[in-house]
């Protein structure tokens, strides 16, 4: 039964996108498909443990998720609108458009321009990428409730204005790749550092699958600015994961690491594509400058040879493309480097980001080379209530039990 339901969990997590995105495509409704695919991996739950799992458990999902829309369909329908669902139901004779990877052309469907960024983003996250609404809410730094209700609004729309779930086509792809570009983005910081204390604190599966996706989309937009950065910021951030968790379960601080342990081959293939970038002499755009800040942590040997004074530079850049408090909550800690914790903290205390753990984290260590430790252990103790990532808990219960030993 345990071994059953391992490979029910790996299924889930491997074809859940493909069996929605092909009942999307047969039926032309997202709700209903996300809705027959639960219903088909309920029917693995209790089938499989007596039945044995089948050879192609993808096939057997899509089938019984299918035969139960179709049932669900004639059901609700009319009698004059049998005709029209029946032809609805059967196989798209249409092409598949530009994009052949079906979780990917889910992404694109879900990221209709008739959507504001942030609830396009919001709702693949949810329908294709896996996330569970607390996880979105705290990438988005709001409440779960909060979260909830924009990604019912944002059905409930869809449902409204009639947005139709069609593949796009190459000439759609412009209009929505900055919100696929966002929700592959987080999707990627999700599996770096997850925030569910349930999941494991690294999730390679994640992190994997929004690299290939990102290439997908680089392979479709190779003249794109924004998503040679994308990838070659993921890259160069992927590269660290070895070494990012120590043994013990504990998050390492980049100035800690073992630079040896780093993934040379993809700091490689991250530094050309930044390269790339810089030699096109086009202004560049978030994903760019933030890929061009871990080009610079990662061409260094050793933390102390870190070109801090390039850090800062970059990230004025990204100042004025995107002021928002987590970008000069960032800039502040080259800040500190150059100008020393007193001025960074000066430049940190007043952002609104009291929900969001990094910025106490950030406060504690600033507090701490100023040598406030009471104010730096209340800071501590409110980013560990906050975080969500088991290893960044005990790397930062760690940091605040040293308080009373300096």
């Not at 004025?320 to 502040?332: E, G, K, Q």
């Not at 080259?334 to 430049?347: F, K, S, T, Y």
């Not at 950030?362 to 800071?379: C, D, H, K, P, Y």
Request: net charge neutral; aromatic share 4%; charged share 30%.
């Amino acid at each position: 039964m345990t071994g059953v339901g391992e490979v029910i969990t790996r299924v889930h997590r491997e074809e859940w996108a493909r069996v929605v995105a092909t009942l999307t495509r047969r039926f032309g409704d997202l709700d209903l498909a996300e809705e027959m695919a639960a219903e088909a991996f309920a029917t693995a739950v209790e089938r499989w443990p007596v039945d044995g799992v089948p050879p192609n458990p993808g096939g057997w999902l899509t089938t019984t998720a299918h035969r139960r829309g179709i049932d669900r369909v004639r059901r609700e329908t009319r009698r004059d609108e049998k005709h029209r669902e029946a032809l609805m139901l059967s196989e798209p004779t249409e092409p598949l458009g530009a994009i052949d990877d079906d979780r990917l052309r889910l992404v694109f469907t879900c990221c209709h321009p008739a959507l504001a960024v942030e609830t396009r983003v919001a709702l693949t996250l949810r329908l294709v990428g896996g996330l569970t609404v607390p996880e979105i809410a705290r990438a988005f730094l709001v409440q779960e409730a909060a979260m909830g209700r924009r990604i019912t609004r944002a059905k409930e729309k869809i449902k409204a204005a009639r947005i139709p779930y069609r593949v796009p086509s190459r000439d759609d792809l412009p209009a929505r790749v900055t919100g696929v570009l966002a929700v592959l983005f987080l999707i990627f910081n999700e599996g770096y550092l997850s925030s569910d204390p349930a999941q494991e604190a690294v999730r390679a599966d994640l992190t994997a699958e929004a690299i290939r996706l990102t290439r997908l989309v680089r392979e479709l937009m190779p003249a794109d600015g924004e998503v040679a950065g994308l990838l070659a910021l993921m890259l160069l951030t992927e590269a660290r994961r070895a070494a990012r968790v120590s043994a013990g379960g504990e998050l390492v601080a980049l100035g800690e690491q073992d630079r040896g342990a780093w993934d040379r081959k993809l700091i490689a293939e991250g530094h050309a594509l930044v390269r790339e970038r810089l030699a096109s002499g086009r202004a560049p755009g978030r994903f760019q400058i933030l890929a061009a800040v871990n080009a610079v942590h990662t061409d260094a040997p050793d933390v102390r040879d870190t070109d801090w004074s390039q850090v800062l530079a970059l990230y004025d850049q990204l100042v004025r493309l995107d002021p928002s408090p987590i970008v000069r909550l960032n800039r502040a800690v080259a800040v500190a480097e150059l100008d020393g914790p007193a001025v960074a903290l000066a430049q940190i205390d007043g952002l609104p980001l009291e929900g969001y753990h990094a910025f106490h984290a950030t406060r504690a260590e600033l507090l701490r080379r100023l040598g406030r430790s009471e104010q730096s252990r209340a800071a501590y103790d409110r980013a560990i209530a906050l975080a969500g990532n088991t290893a960044e808990t005990a790397y930062l219960t760690r940091r605040r039990d040293q308080l009373g030993r300096v």
